[in-house]
T-cell receptor
Framework: DAGVTQSPTHLIKTRGQQVTLRCSPI?????VSWYQQVLGQGPQFIFQ???????GRGNFPDRFSARQFPNYSSELNVNALLLGDSALYLC?????????????FGPGTRLLVL | AQSVTQLGSHVSVSEGALVLLRCNYS??????LFWYVQYPNQGLQLLLK??????LVKGINGFEAEFKKSETSFHLTKPSAHMSDAAEYFC???????????FGRGTQLTVWP
C-alpha cells in the first residue's frame, strides 16, 4: 500500500515568491496535517484538516494557508516567501482527527528560499 | 499546555551497547506519547506509541519505551545498538482533543563500530 506522498521533493524559490506544496494521504485516511521542520529542530505544527475543514492551526502567519480537496489530498500555500521559510515541510495523514489516531508522515518537501 | 523536552541533542554509543534516549513531557491532560525516527533526507517513521493501555511499549527494530507518570518521562531504550540505528529520534506528545503533535528538538544518535 502506498504511504503518504508529497510533491515536489525539492524546491528552490526566491524571497517574495509564492509556493504550493502537495500531499496525498494514505488511502482511506481523511485527515491531513502539515508541519514545518527547520534544520536542527523538531517539526512544528502548521495546520490540520479533516473532511475538508480546518481543525487546527499553529502559530504561523497568515502567509501560510492550506486546503483539503474532496479526495482528501491537500495543498499548503506560502505567500511572500521569507528566508526563514526555508525548511522541510512534512505532511501527515490519519484516519480521522481524533485524539487517539496515529499520524503517518510523508517524506517531505525541502524548500530553500534564496 | 503540552510540551516535550529531549535531554541530550547528541548521543553516541558503541555497536552492541545500550541505547537510552530521554524524553520528558508536560501535558495538562492524559497524554498520548510517540517516538519517531528520521533517517537522513527522509520523513518521520513511527517507532512506537503510548496510548494508556500498557506502560511498557514495544516498538519496531527492538526499541521500547516506558511511560512513568510520576516522572513525566517516556524514555526510549534498545538493549543492543546496531549501526543501522544511527538517525535522529523525536519524542512527541498529543494531549488534547485536537490532532496536533508537539515535538521535542530531537536527539541525534551516533553508533560507533
Amino acid at each position: 500500500d502506498a504511504g503518504v506522498t508529497q510533491s515536489p521533493t525539492h524546491l528552490i524559490k526566491t524571497r517574495g515568491q509564492q509556493v504550493t506544496l502537495r500531499c496525498s494521504p494514505i488511502s482511506g485516511h481523511k485527515s491531513v496535517s502539515w508541519y514545518q521542520q527547520v534544520l536542527g529542530q523538531g517539526p512544528q505544527f502548521i495546520f490540520q484538516y479533516y473532511e475538508k475543514e480546518e481543525r487546527g492551526r499553529g502559530n504561523f502567519p497568515d502567509r501560510f494557508s492550506a486546503r483539503q480537496f474532496p479526495n482528501y489530498s491537500s495543498e499548503l500555500n506560502v505567500n511572500a516567501l521569507l528566508l526563514g521559510d526555508s525548511a522541510l515541510y512534512l505532511c501527515a495523514s490519519s484516519l480521522t482527527a481524533v485524539y487517539q489516531e496515529t499520524q503517518y508522515f510523508g517524506p517531505g518537501t525541502r524548500l530553500l528560499v534564496l | 499546555a503540552q510540551s516535550v523536552t529531549q535531554l541530550g541533542s547528541h548521543v553516541s554509543v558503541s555497536e552492541g551497547a545500550l541505547v537510552l534516549l530521554r524524553c520528558n513531557y508536560s501535558s495538562s491532560v492524559p497524554p498520548y506519547l510517540f517516538w519517531y525516527v528520521q533517517y537522513p533526507n527522509q520523513g518521520l517513521q513511527l517507532l512506537l506509541k503510548y496510548t494508556s493501555a500498557a506502560t511498557l511499549v514495544k516498538g519496531i527494530n527492538g526499541f521500547e519505551a516506558e511511560f512513568k507518570k510520576s516522572e513525566t518521562s517516556f524514555h526510549l531504550t534498545k538493549p543492543s545498538a546496531h549501526m543501522s540505528d544511527a538517525a535522529e529520534y523525536f519524542c512527541a506528545v498529543r494531549g488534547s482533543t485536537l490532532g496536533r503533535l508537539y515535538f521535542g528538538r530531537g536527539t541525534q544518535l551516533t553508533v560507533w563500530p
